[in-house]
């Protein structure tokens, strides 16, 4: 699929028919492609790079090596989903790169959110490139049979809409020159809602295929301020417990996004008849559109009290809970 | 009124009839224990304050003068409020000093809950005794007439409660040795229902009557961290939006303390197409039987919406608007 502008005439996805005719046609192109060099994959969990692990899994099996880089500010249970949907039940080959404390020491004492962006960003590319590099010191780069020639991305069709005509080599931007891959992009003339309609006809599990969307920092931008890891725990667990009770309550799949932030910012409370000064958890549940506006989920009290309720008794360092009421604008859906 | 213990048959003031015959019997008791000399008394505008400078204006007239401290922590409209009642329509003998510039420089850069509530209180005591010196100079401390022999204070009968049995010479702790004036209490066997009734039948305006509970340290509490005078002006405005509000909507005396707080904390926006990063102002409104512990108000969503949009437009320095969803444990009614 070398062209990158989607054909008029090219029917939307919506059925599990299509969608396995999309499947079908990608395998034969993707072998045709390949043949029998290898392919590399940032495996993030989202929707996008694992509709396209799964597609090339199915098309070229193990000479897709998936990386799947932990930073330390994925959600609860994320980096265990990757593992258990894509090596135990897809037997792929897939590199699970712990980095926790490359990344919590890169950001230890970093408050400024642009500053705290870049650190993640470009360590992101080095554990990357480092993985990248071992792959190719045990085979090589290039043309040869066995060589590590591809790198396989999550594009989708809006991101070539918003980032213009041309999109040539290695658009994970920041990797070195030496490392000159050929792009594969299977699903870059689709929508994110065929995305999932494919997603889905692959049989990934619902929860990823309907994963919110995350900003690739991670929790780091919602562990605002300097991150720590007590603070970014508590950020973890609350956020756990809040999708929890979205989902028991019907607003899963309703809500377009939702989850909390703990700001490095404390308050006087009281526990056992003593003071304490903890954090605030604060909730955020947006609607949108087209994300350049969107407003606030009226949550019903008694959901907001007891979600309230869990996260003072179960999140340690956590005295109050907070709601977000501001719309898009004045507030971004972010708050970093 | 010697005693601290109200008789068991002391009838509880609960009509206008039993409030003026209190009242009545204050005049002349009043007038009895002051003769021909001067009282002082510090009148923050608050009920109890209030009440006790309209009953002695009732009893002695000029003999008594009002300090008004306005430490620049008050709400918006107070200190106007108290010139315009006390000095304007019940042509009191009314001091009024405006200390903003003093505590503000006092209190600048100091974040410390405990430091803060420490210099707001002992300025307070320096500015309200430098008054009364001034008044002395001016005129003889001590028994002969014309002199500032009484302290005259809004002590109630939950005070003396609180504080066990003897209570003696001047409760404004922290006023020098050199300064020992005789106490004048007249409410301090009221409860605050009946000093609300009380202070209907000397006529003063329904929202200084009814206003809810307010911290000595004022606005100081609410603007978290070290005090700055753009935040603070900020708390400010959002308060008054949210207090305009709730009266506009039937809460106003249905919910028992309701308030604003501005953290000295930032986080990104959206305003104009351009980026700000600006404070949020935290909305706090409970309810108690006893303040030990404290339910969240249901405040409907248009309702929340509505000030969200005010505030956000509004108040400079402003990009979001919270909700404090917690009860009391695990939050105190305060954020410090």
Same mark, same amino acid.
């Given at each position: 699929m070398a062209t990158n502008v989607r054909p008029a005439n090219m029917e939307r996805i919506t059925t599990p028919a299509l969608a396995k005719q999309f499947i079908d046609e990608q395998i034969k192109e993707l072998r045709a492609q390949i043949g029998n060099k290898k392919v590399l994959l940032a495996l993030s969990g989202g929707v996008d790079s694992s509709v396209v692990a799964a597609l090339l899994i199915k098309a070229v099996g193990k000479q897709l090596v998936s990386v799947h880089v932990n930073? %330390?500010?994925?959600? &609860?249970?994320e980096p265990e989903q990757v593992v258990r949907v894509f090596?135990? @039940?897809?037997?792929a080959n897939l590199i699970y790169v712990d980095a926790t404390d490359r990344f919590l020491n890169k950001l230890? %004492?970093?408050?400024?959110p642009e500053q705290k962006r870049k650190i993640i960003g470009a360590e992101f590319i080095r554990v990357f490139e480092e993985e990248a590099k071992k792959l190719i010191n045990s085979s090589p780069l %290039? @043309?040869? @049979?066995?060589?590590?020639?591809f790198l396989a991305q999550g594009t989708i069709y809006p991101d070539i809409i918003e980032s213009g005509p041309v999109k040539s080599h290695?658009?994970?931007? %920041?990797?070195? @020159?030496?490392?000159q891959f050929e792009l594969v992009e299977p699903? &870059? /003339? /689709?929508f994110k809602d065929e995305v999932r309609v494919v997603g889905e006809e692959l049989g990934l599990p619902d929860n990823m295929v309907f994963r919110q969307p995350f900003p690739g920092p991670g929790l780091g931008v919602r562990c605002t301020g300097a991150i720590t890891r007590d603070r970014l725990e508590a950020l973890r667990e609350s956020d756990a417990i809040l999708r929890e009770e979205f989902a028991k309550n019907g607003l899963e799949g309703k809500v377009w996004q939702y989850f909390t932030i703990v700001p490095d910012y404390k308050s006087t409370g009281v526990r056992d008849n003593k003071r304490s000064w903890d954090w605030p958890v604060i909730i955020r549940a947006v609607n949108t559109r087209d994300a350049m506006t969107a407003t606030i989920e009226e949550i019903p009290y008694p959901l907001l009290h007891h979600i309230t309720q869990r996260i003072i008794t179960e999140v340690p360092g956590v005295n109050r809970v907070l709601y977000d009421l501001t719309p898009k604008p004045t507030g971004t859906i972010e708050w970093e």
């Open positions: 930073h %330390g500010l994925l959600r &609860k249970g090596r135990d @039940e897809l037997n230890a %004492g970093v408050a400024d %290039g @043309e040869s @049979e066995g060589a590590v020639h290695h658009n994970v931007g %920041g990797l070195p @020159e030496d490392l699903i &870059k /003339l /689709l």
